[in-house]
């Protein structure tokens, strides 16, 4: 249930309602992928060449500094409306869930979010 939780949460703050969207360029690379055996995806050492994007400056894995962190309260995260119907596929290393119908809403800190889906990778680095 943590791990679906915290999917859910994943997926809400993307959902926001922010009117900035960030994400990488995923316009005419090969399927990304960990695997350096398989020549039909990119592995991590070839993402920057088919995503410019992972060649960023805050790409994972990151280096967190243990001793500078903080302990902050945990939030809670509360789901309402209708979030029984999930559609499952995958697509190379990773799941996505789509709320089928419904209306899916998921709330934290203050915000709520409409959820339309969530996605995991696995394997993953993070």
Request: glycine fraction near 8%.
């Amino acid at each position: 249930m943590k791990f679906f939780t915290a999917s859910a949460l994943t997926a809400a703050c993307v959902l926001s309602s922010s009117s900035k969207i960030v994400s990488a360029d995923t316009t005419g690379g090969a399927p990304w992928g960990y695997k350096t055996s398989d020549a039909t995806m990119a592995s991590p050492e070839q993402w920057a060449d088919h995503y410019p994007t992972c060649a960023g400056s805050r790409q994972s894995p990151i280096d967190i500094t243990t001793t500078t962190t903080a302990n902050v309260a945990k939030r809670t995260l509360a789901f309402s409306g209708e979030c029984g119907s999930y559609s499952l596929t995958q697509s190379d290393e990773s799941f996505k869930a789509s709320v089928n119908g419904g209306s899916c809403m998921a709330s934290s800190n203050g915000a709520s979010y409409s959820m339309a889906q969530f996605h995991l990778h696995a394997p993953s680095e993070h």
